[in-house]
Structure formats: structure tokens, C-alpha cells
């Protein structure tokens, strides 16, 4: 399976793509769970699959945070934009900070997980990193619930003299498998050259139950918040454990 060139070659383009300011409101939401379960104080925080480190742009402050990626590119797109922030390369299947949290965190970098296996390992990652009591908020993208065989949508987004016209489908070539794929086609141009790539990125697709229970078996209190923060009106889910 190829790498998503997003992630590695072409991580340049992510924050033209995706800015940290549309993270806003998904971020209050994160403060609010997290101020909720917490309680005041400046917790310290993991995030795993920090990406570019745009929706941890708007936690930093008020947490004491480390970020953990597989893309040394990413982690420096995010380093730079959270300077405050300790940034390590790794797998969020199998990497161990040696160091425990009162939250970690996955944003939609847990789509990246294409089988129970690679969930349940990094539910363990989760809890070797967690204080008891410690908390879990995940959030895939697409559950089988959520998910209606295909979406589409394109846009355009500027900056800096790049533009870039984006082009996503998001397609379940098996519904047997615990596998979608989401084409992202790029045209995209400096200083007057224009060209077009097509990327493609495999994530999983698991029921809300699957999830649910996949956490209950690794020791966590499982629940599943409704996340009305997508722009389509889209249906969501914040997944929330508390490690027993
Ligand atoms: C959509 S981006 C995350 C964007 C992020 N939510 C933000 O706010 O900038 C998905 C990220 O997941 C990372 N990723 C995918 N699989 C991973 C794994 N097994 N371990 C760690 N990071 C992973 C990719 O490298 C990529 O940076």
C-alpha cells in the first residue's frame, strides 16, 4: 500500500488545504469533553497522529501537550506551529513515550487504522500512556453507520500564491472489507505551472459497536458523543473512554 503522498511529499500543501482556523469549532468541542471529565488545571495531554497540529493549535495553551506522528514531515509542519509542544516520530500502534497522561488524543488520524487488530493495538498505546481514570477521545472520520457507500465533494483553497482545487470522493470498492478509499485529486499551481495529482488514502470503516466494544475489552468506559461540527451537516461521533 503506497504512502499518502499528503503525509510525506506533498505535506507542504496540507495547511493551504486544511488551516488550523477550521478547527475551531471542533476544537471547543475537545475543551468542553476534556474541561468536563478533567476538571481546571493544565493537564498534561498525548496526541496521537497530531498531523499538521491544527486542532491542537487551539489546545496548546491550555494543556501541556505532546504530539506523536508516523510522518516526520507532519511533525514538522505541527512543530512549527506548536513550538511549545514536545513532537515525537512514531506509530500510534506501538509507540511507548515512557511517560503517563491525563488524556490522549486521536483526532482523525484513527481513520488510519485498517483492522480490529490495529485498533485494539492502539487502544493499548492509549492505556499504557494514561493515568487511571485517564481519557480517550477518538474520532474517525466514517462509521458503517454514518458512511452511505460514497461521498463527494471538491473545493478550492488559496494561500501564499498556491491554489489548489481539491477534488475528494471518498468509495467502498468491497463493503465486505473494513475498507474505504478516499481519492484526493489535486490541481495545483506556483507561479503559474499548474498540475494535477491523484492521492490515495485507505482508512477503516467499523461500526459505532465495534469501536465501542473494542474499547470496553481494553479495560475503558466507552461512550460515543453526538459531534455535530461537520460543515455538509453530516452526521459525527466523539468517541470517549475512561481507562477503569
Ligand atoms: C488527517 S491527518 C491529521 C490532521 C490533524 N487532525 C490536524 O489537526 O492537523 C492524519 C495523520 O495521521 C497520521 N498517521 C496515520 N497513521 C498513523 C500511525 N499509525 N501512527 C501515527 N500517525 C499516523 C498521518 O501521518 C497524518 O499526519
Redesign the pocket.
Known amino acids: 500500500m503506497q504512502r499518502?503522498r499528503l503525509?510525506y511529499d506533498l505535506a507542504y500543501l496540507?495547511p493551504i488545504l486544511?488551516p488550523p482556523e477550521d478547527?475551531i469549532e471542533e476544537a471547543g468541542f475537545w475543551k468542553a469533553v476534556l474541561s468536563k471529565k478533567l476538571g481546571a488545571g493544565i493537564h498534561p495531554i498525548l496526541e496521537?497522529?497530531?498531523?499538521?497540529?491544527?486542532?491542537?493549535s487551539h489546545l496548546a495553551s491550555e494543556f501541556e501537550a505532546t504530539a506523536?506522528?508516523?510522518?516526520p514531515q507532519?511533525i514538522s509542519l505541527?512543530r512549527k506551529l506548536n513550538p511549545q509542544v514536545e513532537h515525537i516520530v512514531?506509530?500510534?500502534?506501538s509507540?511507548r513515550v515512557g511517560r503517563r497522561y491525563k488524556a490522549v488524543l486521536i483526532?482523525?488520524?484513527v481513520s488510519?487504522?485498517l483492522s480490529e487488530t490495529d485498533i485494539s493495538k492502539?487502544l493499548e498505546t492509549a492505556a499504557a500512556h494514561l493515568c487511571n481514570g485517564g481519557l480517550l477521545i477518538m474520532c474517525p472520520d466514517w462509521y458503517r453507520e454514518t458512511f452511505h457507500g460514497i461521498y463527494e465533494t471538491d473545493r478550492i483553497s488559496m494561500k501564499d500564491g498556491t491554489s489548489i482545487f481539491l477534488e475528494q470522493r471518498v468509495s467502498d470498492e468491497d463493503p465486505q472489507d473494513t475498507l474505504i478509499e478516499t481519492s484526493f485529486k489535486l490541481t495545483f499551481g506556483e507561479n503559474g505551472h499548474q498540475q494535477t495529482i491523484e492521492d490515495i488514502h485507505v482508512t477503516g470503516l467499523f461500526s459505532l459497536e465495534t469501536w465501542l466494544t473494542l474499547m470496553d475489552k481494553m479495560n475503558f468506559d466507552a461512550e460515543a458523543l453526538p459531534y455535530p461540527v461537520y460543515d455538509d451537516n453530516e452526521p459525527g461521533y466523539l468517541l470517549v473512554g475512561s481507562l477503569r
Open positions: 499518502p503525509y496540507w486544511d478547527f496521537l497522529g497530531v498531523g499538521a497540529g491544527h486542532l491542537l506523536v506522528d508516523i510522518s507532519m505541527s512514531g506509530d500510534m500502534r509507540v483526532h482523525d488520524a488510519y487504522l492502539t
